[in-house]
């Protein structure tokens, strides 16, 4: 026996201060690190493995369908029906609840790299709000990535009173089912409501910013076209972001670009898109 003093008087075991349990660190790590991983080809539509290209090509060999584009980037930036945010909104709540220094428009894998490297992210109180609709976000997410047939597409959730399933269907298919409760849709409707919702959306971002989600949509607008409808009046400021670039509302921009009113209703809405249509396979 000995006298000296023991190195562990005065040095109990430390404190569990995290406020999830192990199972859902373990969770919110791996939905973390897969966003980290696969962010950059979500963000590019670059999701080959869900369309059976499994090596890379070049030019847009691995882009994805239209249809599914506009699926994929509804879950990454757009609110859902419920009005809850997408991928973006939701990781920047965090971040500002979280207090780190990015803007609304940082890059999504930036956000996710400096909320997984917070120095103290299981105490903080904000972490049990945001980890379960991010895990949400995550598993719907997966999907895109999944090898399957190359054939099947997400259009969203499902409608249907209390159900949580999601709307799917072949990519040519005119009606979407969800396997949970067997409520079915026509995808034509399913694109007009989404349209319809773009339509009457308060949502500002940059010139930039705005080029890229038309692009997302499937449709292509020129800078010297967009330049041209700020300098005539038709697409007015809508202030500034923190950065002073000047912002316009995305549903004016969209309105210019589809040439449909605000006011439109979805059947009106169908029958432009059954328009265009008719005249790409003319052309």
Known sequence: MTDAPSMLIGHGIPENRSLLCAWHERQ??????????????????????????????????GTAPAPVRETLHDLLYADDDHGYPGLQGTLYEW??????????????ADMVYRI???????EHPSTPVYAEPVHGLVRKLRRFLTDDDGETVLYGSCPANGCLGQLSGYVDAETAKCPKCGFSMPVALIRA?????????????????????IKACGMRVNRSTLRSWIHRGQLPQQGEDAYSNPLYRFSDFYRLTTGLSENA???????????????GDNQ
């Open 95 to 108: 971040v500002r609840s979280l207090k780190l220094n990015l803007r609304e428009s940082a890059p999504l």
């Open 28 to 61: 919110l790590s791996n939905d973390l690190q897969w966003l980290e991983r696969n962010l950059p080809d979500l963000t590019e539509y670059r999701i080959n493995r869900a369309y059976g290209h499994k090596n890379g090509g070049g030019g847009n060999a």
């Open 265 to 279: 209703d979805v059947w009106e809405i169908m029958q432009a898109a059954q328009n265009q249509s008719k005249e």
């Open 193 to 213: 409501e989404r349209v319809k919702r773009l339509l009457q959306s308060e949502a500002v971002r940059t010139r930039g910013e705005l080029l890229d989600i």
């Open 116 to 122: 997984a490297n917070h120095p103290k992210l299981d």
